[in-house]
Each structure stands twice: as C-alpha cells, then as structure tokens.
C-alpha cells in the first residue's frame, strides 16, 4: 500500500467523528443559546444567552456545579494516592503472574459501572462488612450509604484503574538502571519513590490526572445510585432537565458548562505538570524546594520507616476496592433475599437465575446489547483498520494531529454527546434509534480499536509484502494471505475489548433508549433506581463471568499486560 494511498484510509473514521461527535456537540452548544425550552420548539437564530444567565442566578445550580469540581478533584486527588502502589506492583510482577494481576484491574474496569456501585452499595450497607466491623469493634454503626463518602468512594472505585494503567505505561518503561543507581548511592525505597520514580512518571500522572477528573466530574450513574438522590452532581440535572423535565436548552447550556470546565482543567493541569518537568523543555526550575538540613534529618528517616509499609497498606485498600464489591454481587446473587441492597446473607438459593430465565425482558435486553455490542465492534474496526494504516504508513502535513483528534472522544464528556444526539434524533424522526445509539457507541469505541490495531500495524513485517507484490501477488491478496493473517491476534483483542465496552456501556446509552429498545445495561440502571429486586445482582454476577470469561479468550491470543499497553 503506498502511502498516498494509505493517507485516504482516514476519511471514514473522520467522517464518522463529523457525524456522529462533532454533529452532537454543536447541537449540545446551539441548544444552550435557545430561549425557547419547550421541546418541540423550532431553532432560532436568533441566539440567547438566557440559559446560562439562569444557571449563574440559580443558587443550587451553581452549588451542584462547585460541588461535582471539587468531588471530581477529591476522587481524582484519592486515586492518585491509590493507583501508584497498583502501578508499581504491576510492574514488579514476573512475566508469568503479569496478566493476573493486570486482570484484577481489568475485570472492574470492563464491568459496567450499574454492577459496580451495586457492589459499593452492599459494601457500605447498615449490614454490610464495613459496618459490621465498626460495630464488631465497639463503635457506633456508622451511616454511610447515601452521602458524599458513598459517593465518592463509589466514583474511586469506577476510576481508579484508569489511573493505573496510566501510570503503569510510564513506570513500566522507566530504566532499571536509574534505580540501582539511586539505591547505590544510598538512597532509600521512599527517597528513590520521590526523587526517581516519581518525576519519572509524571508524563503518565497527567494523562491519568486528566482522564479521572474528566470521568468522576461527568459521572451520574454511581451518584444516583449510591446517594439515593441526597447527593446531586451536575451529570444528575443534566439528566433530570433533559429527558425528565424535557428542558433541553437549559441542559445543554450545563452540558457546555461542564466541557469548558473540563477544558480548562486539561489546560491547567498541563500547565502545573508541565512546570514540575523542567527538563522536559530544557529550562531551568522556577522553584526550587528543599528542606532545612534539621528538618531533613528528622523526615527522611520517618519517610523510610513509614513509607514501605504505608505503600503496602495502600495497595492493600486499592485491590479490594477494586475486587471485593464485585465479589459481594456474586454472593448477594444467591442470596435469599428479595432486597438487592441487603448485605447480610439468610440462605443459598438459584431462585433469581431462575427469574431472569423466566424473564422475557431480562433476555431481550440483553439481546439488544449483544446486537449493538456485536454492530458497533464490526463498525469500529471497519473504521480503525484503514485509519491506522493512515497514521502509521502515510505521510501527509498534520497526521499527529490527526490522530489525536481521533482520540478526542475519550478527552471530552459524552454527557454532551449523548443529550445533542438524542436532540437530533428528535429532530430526524425518520433516524432509527439503533443506528443513533450505535453511532454514538462507535464514537465511544473505536478510540481503543484504533489504538490496539495501531500498534499491531507498525509492528507488521513490511519485507513479506514486499516480497509477495515482488512475486506478482494484488494488493487484495497481498492483504489477505501477507496482512490479515499477522493483524489476526490484534483484530481478535481489539474485537473483544470493543464488545465488552459497548456491551457495558449506560452513562450515554441512558440518554437514547426508549420503551421499544432498551440495553441490559439500561435495565439494571432503572431497575436499581427504582426496585432493587435481588435478580438485578443475578444479573450482573452474569456480566461479571461474562467479562471475565472474554478477558481470558483474550489472553489466549495476547498477554493481558501487553494487550493494554498496545
């Protein structure tokens, strides 16, 4: 393939972002500028800036916003703290016990986010294993569903690996050498943590910086359900304006809101971690720290005493955030009980397997799912396989920025992309509502395919294409019997990951399912709102082996730890 050529392989995915990302978020943004909010109001051009005058005179407005900053900077603040001592065990780990410990981040990671807080909320039940511990130690029983700290340990347990991975590029990749070095001169593990590992990984800390603040900030799901709607973050009145209330401008005009904070916080955060990088741009450090000698003497050997051990504590906490509320789903699952909610088990039973056999709804739903996950992994890899020849093999004017553009859905909130699709599938009646919902699940998808199969295509062995075109094989044959067959194990994973991430999907999904087409996601999102039937945790235990499972056919084709990497 040339690489004029190759250049044209871009255009698809590109007009598919146009259609289906940028399309939404003009809508989102003209929205916000209309001061007609009935729902079957036409488009004026006649724009008004009275929404946003609106939300700056409303109290609770304003307060929702700085709340849902500030919990969005705590969880992200608390999975730093968290992901550091998961990164660095990864990357300990020998060859052999790598994939398992990265499936133990993995697991929570591609298991949807309605599963997860159902396990947050066993976890922090009146008679769940938290509580019981307090009082088991003499203490009050403590009070902890429905309220910021549910919330926000819910949001650090649906983010936190996000951040791990993040980190764990960088420091997987930092020399060993820069280590033994650091340890030979006498340094301590805490003192080469701060000195070496720290600053080394910095590049990573803001990616997984940007990334958690992005998704904790944007998040409603695990708010509504582990604040039982005491606890409001703006996701929530974006939601309630927008498909109960049906006051779109306004919802929009919060949407917009939330994206220019997002960006302005991405823009921040470069800024502080790009200062804290002076090497990086070769100049020198505007500030200098450094502790007094006394103080020096005092705290460097607290911080070696203290700092192993706390490391250990930490990465204790992290992996059974991570694990154990999806453990207690599983058990909640058989538990006789008719309360999803209830931690205390009374009685083995199958009973609500049996229901969700019985359940026409149960299995039509997550047929639903099952097409939509299937159409959008056939669309994304459609998409990304030309796009990553255009960014590996062409050569036109713009092509990292091009790609990057490409990666701007994961960087910007799909709360927006959600409410402007779901206007403009009111707006086109006549647009099916499968094919708006796999638009938008493709936009959500193909990020993660294009950058696994990007990979697999710069690590293609270009003499063998050569020498088969030399030998008188066609373009077609040449990619069929040459390309395909060394794609295959890349295709495979990219498939399989993009399946689990459509399957999962309900934070924009919520927006554009109706009566007629529901996802099984969706489901368990209303049913857990509303009626907390045990059947909700029969059903995610079934997501949950069902994650399970496809990461271990993953694993077959590539290890788990350099299948991420890609």
Known sequence: MTRSRAALGAIPYALWLLLFFAAPLVTVLLLSLQDDPSPFAPISLALSAVNYSEILGDAFLLRTLGHTLLLGAVVTAIAVLLAYPVALWLTRLSPRWRPWGFALVLVPLLTNVVVRSLGVILLLS??????????ALGFPRPDLLFGWFGVGLSLCQVFLPYMVLSLYDVLEAQEARLQEAAEGLGAGPALRFLRVTLPLSLPGLRAGLVVVFLLASTAYVSATLVGGRKVWVTGMVIYREGLEILNSPLAAALAVLM???SILVTILIGRAVSAAMPWAARRPPRLRLSLPPAARRLLVPLAEAVGPWLGRLLLVIAVLLLVFPLLLVMVASVNDTPQAS???FYGFTWKWYARI?????YLLDAWTSAQLALATVIVSLTLSLPAAFALVRGRFPGREALGAGFMLPLALPGIAVGLGMLKLLHWFGALPPFLGILGVH????????LALLRASVAGLDVAQEEAAAGLGASPARVFRRVILPQLAPGL?????????????EVTVTAFLTNARMQTLPVRIYAEASFSLENTVNAISTLTILLTVALLLLVNRFVRLDRAWRR
């Open 492 to 504: 495979a994973v990219a498939g399989i990951l993009g399946f689990l991430i459509s399957f999962g």
């Open 342 to 344: 209830v931690a205390g």
């Open 357 to 361: 056999a019985e359940s026409t709804r």
């Open 442 to 449: 493709v936009v959500l998808v193909a990020p993660f395919t």
């Open 126 to 135: 009146p008679t769940g294993v938290i509580a019981g511990t307090v009082q």
């Open 259 to 261: 994206l220019l904070a």
